[in-house]
């Protein structure tokens, strides 16, 4: 099962996909957990250019585009695999992040987008997906608040707050269109709440394959 966890800068996916991981590997469920950009060794790299903040003016269709060839690297180096090997895969991030990022925050071609992704995803889609939501304000106050100082955020953090809404609109439009597989998920109720929340929906969705 390929599981997914997307939201706004400093929703809290990444807490969530560590505890999820967690109560997976207590009741002996084969867990990879993985990322995006990154998750090889060639992700890890350009990961360190997308968000570097010496390179800022980095060209949009060269963002996305750096993104993909990390996509494509990913699912096949690292995903693909663990998944033939009967393993439940959990990402932070995947194409989702494309299309609200990309697409929605820079104003991109979403149509064009989701093709070229297509192309780089290679079949591999998301069984379940979840967002973590919450308002930009809040987001960004977690960020700036676990950075310390300025200096201490990436560069897509550092964006203007008109950016983080439009991605924030963006990922709202995607949970609309997908209800089946992106489950929305509060991330202003408490941590431990939306753990149990999270752990409940992917016990019943891997037993409700297991059945099939």
Not at 2 to 13: D, L, M, R
Not at 19 to 34: M, N
Not at 100 to 112: F, H, L, P
Not at 189 to 210: C, V
């Amino acid at each position: 099962m390929f599981i997914t966890f997307e939201g706004i800068e400093g929703c809290g996916k990444s807490t969530q996909l560590a505890l999820l991981a967690a109560a997976l590997q207590e009741r002996s469920s084969p867990v990879t957990v993985t990322r995006e950009p990154g998750g090889t060794r060639a992700g890890d790299a350009i990961r360190r250019l997308l968000l570097d903040t010496s390179a800022p003016g980095l060209d949009p269709l060269a963002e996305l585009l750096l993104y993909l060839a990390d996509r494509a690297q990913h699912v096949r180096e690292t995903v693909k695999p663990a998944l033939a090997a009967g393993r439940i895969v959990l990402c932070d991030r995947f194409s989702d992040s494309t299309i609200a990022y990309q697409g929605y925050g820079r104003g991109g071609d979403v149509a064009r987008i989701r093709l070229l992704d297509e192309v780089a995803r290679d079949g591999c889609r998301p069984d379940l997906t979840f967002l973590l939501d919450c308002p930009v304000s809040l987001g960004l106050e977690r960020v700036r608040t676990r950075a310390a100082t300025p200096e201490g955020t990436d560069r897509l953090e550092r964006e203007p707050d008109a950016f983080h809404e439009r991605v924030h609109a963006g990922f709202l439009k995607l949970a609309a269109a997908e209800p089946d597989r992106i489950v929305v998920i509060d991330s202003r109720l408490p941590m431990r709440e939306n753990g149990a929340r999270i752990l409940d929906e992917t016990l019943r969705r891997l037993a409700a394959g297991a059945s099939r």
